[in-house]
């Protein structure tokens, strides 16, 4: 496996990759005895963070290889369609993937997103409109909305 750390407004980030694409992008991680830094191999989402951040980018186009269970990775689909500067709860993410009475479930696999930002768990946000869990804290998850709403 090989990692970088990409330096971001909210966090200096960990990211790894496969031969398949990206497997995760961490706030707090460290790499493995068994990872290879590999700067290099990481020119694509560095480039489309540092547009990202800077608003000239609204969807990542990146290979992904997040592992998960069937269900995980029905919601982080459903992510992936939030549009940029958008926000749903997660009854709303529940009722797209067929499966309305899973919300908390759909909050489970949410914050297990292996791949915040790229996959936008932070434009998740409670039934009543609060900011609820963020792995990268709840102050990068209003940078991130703010970052989007106010382009």
């Known amino acids: 496996m090989d990692y970088t750390r990409i330096e971001t407004p909210i966090a200096n980030l960990l990211v790894a990759r496969n031969e398949r694409?990206?497997?995760?992008?961490?706030?707090?991680?460290?790499?493995?005895?068994?990872?290879?830094?590999?700067?290099?191999?990481?020119?694509?989402?560095?480039?489309?963070?540092?547009?990202?951040?800077?608003?000239?980018?609204?969807?990542?186009?990146?290979?992904?290889?997040?592992?998960?269970?069937?269900?995980?990775?029905?919601?982080?689909?459903?992510?992936?369609?939030?549009?940029?500067?958008?926000?749903?709860?997660?009854?709303?993410?529940?009722?797209?993937?067929?499966?309305p009475e899973a919300i908390r479930a759909v909050g489970a696999a949410n914050g297990a997103n292996p791949l915040p930002i790229v996959v936008p768990c932070h434009r998740v946000i409670g039934s009543n409109g609060s900011l609820t869990g963020f792995g990268g804290g709840l102050e990068a998850k209003r940078f991130l909305l703010d970052l989007e709403l106010y382009v």
């Not at 290879?36 to 290889?65: G, H, S, T």
């Open 21 to 99: 694409g990206i497997t995760s992008i961490s706030f707090r991680g460290t790499e493995e005895d068994d990872w290879v830094r590999n700067d290099d191999a990481f020119a694509d989402i560095r480039e489309q963070m540092n547009a990202y951040f800077a608003k000239e980018l609204r969807v990542f186009k990146l290979p992904l290889a997040p592992r998960g269970t069937p269900f995980q990775l029905d919601v982080w689909r459903a992510l992936r369609d939030i549009p940029y500067g958008e926000t749903r709860s997660y009854a709303q993410i529940a009722r797209v993937i067929g499966k």
